[in-house]
């Protein structure tokens, strides 16, 4: 299991690397890996984009949260 720690510096790097890409960045790689049929990189990627929504102050939506 990553940790949350991990999860939002991976996040910040992402953010601070490709600015306002950064969510198109994150949900390219999440892409990626499900794609390639690896789920368990898919699921930290979806992590790492909710985390670099919640750093850049995107809304989520109703009812949705960050772990």
Not at 6 to 13: C, E, L
Not at 19 to 38: C, F, S
Not at 49 to 60: I, N, P, T, W
């Amino acid at each position: 299991m990553i940790t949350n720690f991990a999860i939002y510096s991976a996040a910040n790097i992402i953010a601070k690397q490709y600015g306002k890409d950064a969510r198109l960045h994150a949900t390219k790689r999440a892409t990626a890996m499900l794609k390639a049929g690896d789920l368990d990189s898919y699921a930290v990627w979806k992590r790492i984009l909710r985390a670099v929504e919640e750093l850049q102050g995107k809304d989520l939506g109703p009812g949705m949260q960050v772990h």
